[in-house]
């Protein structure tokens, strides 16, 4: 979070993380398709050639003024492939709250809870305590055959009190209410 | 009453000294953000520069410096970055450990000159933002209930 004074905006950096291929970036690229286009900036992609996330997506999201602040929402997603580790954390720092893309097939389970582990162990290395940080989890592709029943993802996945969402963010259907939730938590630990 | 927002007094010292930066270097436009890429203040000419975007791979681009720094084992991160471009190209200075000086410059320019008073305003802005960053993490006194009230009612009217 960051207060400019000088523009009187405050500033908040949403995060999404989560495995490869888990639709961390169809969930940014369907919220730049559905926002205002009056309140949105560019869509910026650090892709590899295959596609692929390399580093991370950015968009930025500003609301009215409130109070006389101008919230903006920095929106990030992180690599997902296990290679780019180190990039995932400089992402994160200076996080204010994390969406959890998680990818509901079963053959993914273990690479959700690794990722998971990775995210939690990230945050601690940048002095957070992941018991108590803004988190919202999302279970994507629930569209999909083979998918593991939200009981299951929520055993392995979700500690209390964490709000949850199942999501076709191909569709769009959870995206935007999994941004809501992630915005109103951020807001509400301020 | 206790204040609330940090002094005028700091942004128009930071203002005059980008401005002072832009005018010697012959900058198209500089910009100082955090190390978050959360833009703070910025001066120049071309508008149609999206600098939030700017501002905010900048700073991932230092912060992925500094860790190749760390990589390679160097004891300190990299205090600058300069990339060369055939229309315009940008040098990016650490200011202390939060901030950052961005500077755009084109032909009107040189990489020498942008960088002898790219040094001088860095001395100038830590002594700014040595001042500005108490102010920072003081969101509790802005963010109320009806903020977050007023907050949600906008949130359902950015999307169409």
């Not at chain 1, 690794?114 to 290395?125: E, F, G, V, W």
């Not at chain 2, 600098?51 to 990589?71: F, G, I, Y």
């Not at chain 2, 950052?100 to 100038?124: N, T």
């Amino acid at each position: 979070m960051f207060i400019n004074w000088k523009m009187r905006e405050i500033n908040l950096k949403v995060v999404y993380y989560g495995p490869a291929l888990s639709g961390k970036t169809t969930n940014l690229e369907y919220i730049y398709t559905r926002t205002n286009p009056d309140l949105r900036g560019e869509l910026i992609s650090l892709k590899t050639r295959g596609d692929r996330t390399v580093y991370f997506d950015f968009m930025q999201l500003e609301l009215g003024r409130i109070k006389g602040l101008k919230p903006k929402f920095n929106l990030y997603t992180v690599p997902g492939q296990p290679c780019y580790i180190a990039s995932r954390r400089l992402v994160l720092q200076g996080a204010d709250g994390v969406v959890y893309v998680a990818d509901s097939q079963l053959n993914r389970l273990k690479a959700n809870i690794d990722t998971m582990r990775s995210l939690q162990q990230n945050l601690l290395t940048l002095g957070f305590d992941p018991g108590d940080f803004p988190l919202v989890l999302q279970y994507n592709k629930r569209d999909l055959p083979s998918i593991a029943p939200i009981a299951l993802l929520r055993m392995q996945l979700a500690h209390d009190g964490v709000p949850q969402f199942q999501s076709v963010a191909t569709e769009g259907v959870g995206v935007l209410e999994t941004l809501k939730s992630a915005i109103n938590l951020v807001v509400s630990r301020l | 009453m206790q204040h609330l927002s940090p002094p005028d007094e700091l942004f128009i010292r930071m203002d005059d000294c980008l401005e002072r930066l832009l005018d010697r270097s012959r900058a198209v436009c500089v910009l100082l953000a955090d190390v978050s890429g959360q833009l703070i203040v910025q001066r120049g000419k071309d508008t149609k520069l999206d600098t939030s975007a700017l501002a905010a791979v900048t700073a991932s681009n230092m912060a992925a410096t500094e860790e190749m720094a760390r990589q390679i084992g160097e004891p300190a991160p990299f205090s600058y970055l300069f990339h060369e471009g055939t229309r315009r190209s940008i040098y990016v200075s650490a200011v202390g450990e939060t901030f950052l000086l961005v500077i755009i410059f084109d032909e009107m320019s040189q990489v020498g000159l942008v960088r002898i008073f790219a040094r001088l305003a860095v001395s100038e802005l830590l002594g700014v933002t040595a001042e500005l960053e108490p102010w920072l993490e003081k969101a509790a006194s802005v963010v109320d209930r009806e903020f977050g009230g007023a907050l949600a009612d906008q949130l359902d009217k950015a999307f169409i």
